[in-house]
T-cell receptor, first 114, second 113 residues
Framework: DTEVTQTPKHLVMGMTNKKSLKCEQHMGHRAMYWYKQKAKKPPELMFVYSYEKLSINESVPSRFSPECPNSSLLNLHLHALQPEDSALYLC?????????????FGPGTRLTVL | QKEVEQNSGPLSVPEGAIASLNCTYSDRGSQSFFWYRQYSGKSPELIMFIYSNGDKEDGRFTAQLNKASQYVSLLIRDSQPSDSATYLCAVVFLTGGGNKLTFGTGTQLKVEL
């Protein structure tokens, strides 16, 4: 299995809602990532988990809360989002441990905040 | 500020021609370089990675790396309309928090019939 899966594909939420994005990989990778991508812009790193520990937080607002329950799963909990948070949220994974690891992306969750 | 620079395009080439995509990066110590292809509305797909100076070929794709010039390129031979996409150059930068993959703004490639 060489795939990263993400659910849901699309999500529409109000500014007072709480929702979660889910990501799963079964490639035995030990590093997992959340990126945010706005239209016509490159992906921007949000969080990195390495061996299930948060290793990088790119000064992301606290209304985004990541969680790594185990080495195969990554969640992103959303609360009190703003309309400007509407974007494509991408999960990626890599083997982890060195700088040579290729990152593989899931299909993304298209988030719209009303 | 560690940066990756690409021409945004669009780069238009006729079908069957060679498309040449270029990228420069700011950190001389970088060791890992990647090319991703992204179709409109889809997620990035890894198509090439290169770690050593020189050329690396995979099918119709060739990645070229020159660390002294801080330059990496992607050549696509026999371009097809299905190659029309945005190509993202990505470089791993070492930071205090760990290794960080930083993307260029991407070059839009259009292969015309």
């Amino acid at each position: 299995d060489t795939e990263v899966t993400q659910t849901p594909k699309h999500l529409v939420m109000g500014m007072t809602n709480k929702k979660s994005l889910k990501c799963e990989q079964h490639m035995g990778h030990r590093a997992m990532y959340w990126y945010k991508q706005k239209a016509k812009k490159p992906p921007e790193l949000m969080f990195v988990y390495s061996y299930e520990k948060l290793s990088i937080n790119e000064s992301v607002p606290s209304r985004f809360s990541p969680e790594c329950p185990n080495s195969s799963l990554l969640n992103l909990h959303l609360h009190a989002l703003q309309p400007e948070d509407s974007a494509l949220y991408l999960c990626a994974s890599s083997q982890g441990g060195t700088i040579y690891n290729e990152q593989f992306f899931g299909p993304g969750t298209r988030l719209t905040v009303l | 500020q560690k940066e990756v620079e690409q021409n945004s395009g669009p780069l238009s080439v006729p079908e069957g021609a060679i498309a040449s995509l270029n990228c420069t990066y700011s950190d001389r110590g970088s060791q890992s370089f990647f090319w991703y292809r992204q179709y409109s509305g889809k997620s990035p797909e890894l198509i090439m990675f290169i770690y050593s100076n020189g050329d690396k070929e995979d099918g119709r794709f060739t990645a070229q790396l020159n660390k002294a010039s801080q330059y990496v390129s992607l050549l696509i031979r026999d371009s097809q309309p299905s190659d029309s996409a945005t190509y993202l150059c990505a470089v791993v930068f070492l930071t205090g928090g760990g290794n960080k993959l930083t993307f260029g703004t991407g070059t839009q490639l259009k292969v015309e019939l």
